[in-house]
């Protein structure tokens, strides 16, 4: 007897109808460049994995600067071949761990960073020169950047040679997730002022990386995270070029971030679409002549948002599925969720599965072993066209409303993100869209206790900390230096040199955005 089918109408998260069969004629392949030839559609390198593996990351950051190191030394010694960085909020919007504002938020869901001493313990018996630092850090990046630096320089490694990323995406703060300081305007300055001075002392630095990791969080469509992304990044490069650098002279460091999601075969082929866009972009309409500075390289996480409080096991198999399409996808670089994700931040246990789910994929599964292995699927090809055609239609509403910056101002993005979240989660709630664990197949059971637990103390030692590093600085020294980040932002030279020279003269973090907030003014949306 046949079983009953299971629902009327298959479609992806971007309403993509999905077909019973797909052949030659409803999936063209249009593209038949291989890897590591524009349009990069297969992949930005020719040989992708089968010269190097991806970059094997752990987002990791909680309680104390010493609390974050062994973490950090425990990944390395268990095969992560990447940092990354996770800051708590006060560290994000600018205040110092003794500021009102901070109050119970001091490495709660990040480190604690407040001066040099701070970055002096995360990185202590870490060499910044052989390893590969990302940040995720927005509004206050140019200061983690100038303190990564300055950390660097105490271990005498060369500048020019320095390998990381931070993400100084300011843009999809205002969309999507709201750690945000300056109003847009001065926000553009400032990462424009990174560009220009990473591309002259720190050439092997990813400036930024354009995140759609956060606007597929908070509900996007796959089609809304490329659209939004890439607009997001032609508004960054306009910003460039009105600075007055050259395409060809920081497009090159640009990198992105993506959300490895849930729906496998959508999500492959959205890597693959985001890439043919962006290279076209960036040859066509910009007329960049160096082919790096067509590549769209980027990181991706799996996504914290398909994890469940219930029954935490089934998110190591979320996240194997979603890390397998990053990796299918061809991601640069890859983190995995921790399975207990959805509760509190990672346990060292956790965070050691996450990790070997990437080993198991990439010395185990034999998806490394070729490149591109879907291309010419019948169903990935149809996807890949549908989403680059769709793509771009939106892209061409956000240009129409004056590009992305004015598109977000106008609440565009959060329009668009909001009502695609409402839409998922009706369907969530009507049965149309399963959850296991959730809404189906779900058990009376106690939600885990067995979380990760920061202890209240931490947040008193890290102000105790922080009030000896003001109480033995030089007063006059660090005054100076205060005085000249608020002079370079009101008078508008960069700002990275007098940054770099307040963080290594002791000035706080807090300290240094303050100047900043007199120059700039805050922004409330």
């Known amino acids: 007897m046949a079983s009953k089918q299971r629902k009327e109408h298959f479609e992806t998260s971007s309403h993509i109808p999905i077909h019973a069969q797909f052949d030659k004629t409803t999936s063209p392949i249009v593209i038949e460049a291989p890897a590591g030839e524009y349009p990069y559609l297969r992949g930005v390198y020719p040989e992708m994995y089968r010269s190097r593996f991806w970059t094997m990351r752990q987002y990791a950051g909680f309680g104390s600067a010493q609390e974050s190191n062994e973490r950090y030394r425990y990944l390395l010694a268990s095969g992560t071949t990447g940092l990354s960085v996770a800051f708590d909020l006060p560290t994000q919007i600018g205040y110092d761990s003794d500021h009102p504002m901070a109050e119970g938020e001091v490495g709660r869901v990040g480190v604690p960073i407040d001066s040099l001493a701070d970055f002096d313990v995360l990185f202590n018996g870490i060499d910044l020169a052989k390893i590969s630092t990302s940040m995720t850090i927005n509004a206050t990046a140019s200061i983690l950047l100038a303190l990564y630096v300055a950390k660097a320089k105490k271990q005498g490694a060369d500048l020019a040679k320095l390998s990381g990323t931070i993400q100084n995406d300011i843009l999809k703060e205002y ?249 998922f989660q009706k369907k969530v709630e009507s049965k149309e869209e399963i959850i296991v664990g959730v809404n189906q197949f779900a058990l009376k059971e106690p939600i885990s206790s067995d979380t990760l637990r920061i202890d209240p103390k931490l947040e008193r030692e890290q102000i105790e900390r922080l009030q000896a590093v003001r109480a033995s600085r030089d007063a006059v020294t660090t005054t100076k230096a205060i005085a000249h980040v608020e002079e370079a932002a009101k008078s508008g030279i960069n700002l990275m040199p007098p940054i770099i020279d307040a963080v290594e003269s002791m000035v706080t973090l807090g300290e240094i955005s303050d100047a900043m907030r007199r120059a700039f003014g805050e922004y409330l949306a």
């Open 175 to 423: 969309a999507a997730r709201g750690t945000y300081i300056y109003a847009p305007e001065p926000s553009m300055r400032i990462v424009t002022d990174i560009f220009q001075w990473c591309a002259n002392e720190l050439p092997a630095w990813n400036t930024i990386s354009i995140s759609g990791y956060h606007i597929r969080e908070a509900g996007s469509t796959a089609v809304e995270e490329i659209a939004f992304t890439l607009s997001n990044g032609i508004a960054y490069v306009k910003a460039a070029l009105a600075a007055g650098l050259q395409i060809d002279q920081f497009a090159p460091r640009l990198s992105f971030f993506f959300n490895a999601h849930s729906n496998f075969f959508e999500e492959i082929a959205k890597f693959r679409a985001a890439r043919l866009i962006w290279a076209r972009v960036m040859r066509e309409e910009f007329h960049a002549k160096n082919p790096d500075s067509w590549k769209l390289r980027f990181h991706s996480q799996t996504a914290g948002s398909t994890l469940t409080a219930q029954q935490i096991d089934n998110n190591v198999v979320r996240t194997t599925i979603e890390a397998m399409a990053a990796v299918l996808g061809g991601t640069q670089s890859l983190h995995t969720n921790g399975k207990d994700e959805a509760l509190a931040l990672p346990t060292e246990s956790s965070a050691r599965t996450a990790l070997r789910t990437q080993q198991v994929i990439a010395y185990e599964s034999g998806i490394a072993d070729t490149v591109d292995p879907l291309a010419g699927s019948y169903y990935v090809e149809y996807l890949t066209n549908e989403l680059v055609t769709r793509s771009r239609l939106l892209m061409k509403e956000v240009d129409a409303l004056g590009g992305a910056v004015h598109a977000i101002e106008q609440g565009f993005y959060q329009d668009r993100i909001a009502r695609s979240a409402y839409e």
